[in-house]
């Protein structure tokens, strides 16, 4: 290894370091529909040169985006190819969404809660992403310089120690730039957690809002990489459209019959109804007046969330345990039963003795099996 060498390999990995910016694009996605569903869309995309720089030192990603796809495909995904990557999606219901780890509640953090109301359901995200370190694939160069025993080198020790000296402080010199490198290219990869949203958010701590405020963002890379917790915070309304449009209609149809009220009172002042006109015009005014105040309250003042309103994926448990005393009762069952058996046998071969308990090996049914048959007459006869 000469200067010369070292210097070329060292522009080299300096050119890949500008061609593997962006190096991937990986992204965990909800979108939360109208009409209750969310629509799961987890993306994983590598840049080509990020992609020849895998392969460079060895690692093949597309046996990583293989495993993936297959792993996603096994969780009821459809999977749509992209160049060098590929996208997942699949519809989830609110229980889906709260069974995920990410949106477990925990200690200080209430998970998912949702409560239902007349004119929107009402969305919280308190989740936490405890920090992990991720070590980085590391360089050795030194590993490549050839050994003084090696067969078939004419070089004296002196030579070679030389030699030694200055290929190991290259190697490190090239460990280093390649390092860097890679952190480089860590650093570039975009990795998000991604919410997007039918109206616009009412709070949130994400690192990122766009498209009007529906669409959220979160960087995962210092939870996954540098070990820093992530906070996922979110509180949002999903209207019900249908409701606020027959809303919009009844209200526009009893406002334009108390301006035709109106209208008739003015003009038929000498009638006796005149009266029965306003009257009745005024009672839809003020009964219109105070509908419009206390929709606008409920959009503005939401409700307060409690611990009954989690969602708390616990069916597995539930059903495990509700299993395990009907599994006992059925053991009972059968072993009673196998008890009388056994007791009529005795009874039959004229016995005055009784079993208080006896086991499966102890009987089997006659002439199910010769042996144990034989088996059970001399046990019977040694009683």
């Known amino acids: 290894m000469n200067k010369r060498y070292s210097g070329l390999l060292a522009s ?6 500008f061609l593997i910016s962006g190096c991937a694009d990986g992204q965990f996605g909800f979108t939360f529909n109208e009409d209750g569903t969310i629509t799961q869309r987890n993306s994983l995309q590598f840049q080509q040169g990020f ?5 460079y030192f060895g690692q093949s990603n597309e046996d990583f985006i293989l ?12 999977i749509e190819d992209v160049q060098n990557g590929y996208t997942a999606t699949k519809t989830i219901t609110l229980k889906d969404l709260a069974g995920l780890k990410i949106f477990q509640p925990g200690e200080n953090t209430a998970g998912v809660q949702v409560k239902k ?10 989740s936490y992403l405890k920090g992990q370190y991720q070590s980085l694939p590391q360089s050795n160069y030194a590993a490549n310089i050839p050994s003084y025993f090696s067969p ?7 030579d070679y120690m030389e030699y030694r000296k200055q290929a190991e402080a290259e190697a490190r010199q090239l460990d280093e730039i390649s390092n860097q490198m890679i952190k480089a290219a860590i650093s570039s990869m975009n990795l998000n957690l991604v919410i997007n949203l039918p109206y616009e958010v009412d709070s949130s701590n994400a690192d990122n809002l766009t498209n009007g405020n529906k669409t959220l963002t979160w960087n995962l ?18 209207y019900h459209e249908k409701t606020i449009i027959g809303l919009i209609v009844v209200g526009s149809i009893l406002l334009i019959v108390a301006i035709i009220l109106l209208v008739l009172g003015f003009v038929k002042k000498n009638s006796t109804k005149q009266s029965v006109f306003f009257i009745v015009a005024g009672i839809i005014i003020v ?16 409700p307060v969330l409690t611990d009954a309103d989690k969602l708390v994926v616990v069916a597995e448990k539930s059903m495990q345990k509700s299993e395990e005393p009907e599994a006992k009762q ?12 056994a007791n009529n046998v005795l009874q039959n071969k004229n016995s005055e003795y009784k079993l208080s308990a006896v086991s499966k090996i102890d009987y089997c049914e006659p002439h199910t099996c010769d042996f144990n048959h034989e088996l059970g007459e001399q046990n019977s006869q040694r009683i």
Request: proline fraction near 3%.
């Open 67 to 78: 495993e993936q796809k297959q792993e996603d495909s096994q969780n009821g995904f459809s």
């Open 287 to 302: 009964f219109l007046g105070c509908f419009g105040v206390y929709v606008n309250y409920n959009i503005k003042h939401p």
């Open 51 to 55: 992609k020849d720089l895998g392969n």
């Open 152 to 158: 078939n080198m004419p070089v004296n020790i002196w």
């Open 221 to 238: 890379k210092p939870a996954v990489f540098d070990g820093k917790d992530l906070s996922v915070q979110a509180k949002f309304k999903i």
């Open 12 to 17: 080299i990995c300096i050119c890949l370091c």
């Open 330 to 341: 059925q053991k009972n069952a059968q072993s009673e039963d196998v008890l009388t058996k």
């Open 117 to 126: 109301g007349f004119l929107y359901d009402y969305y919280s995200i308190d």
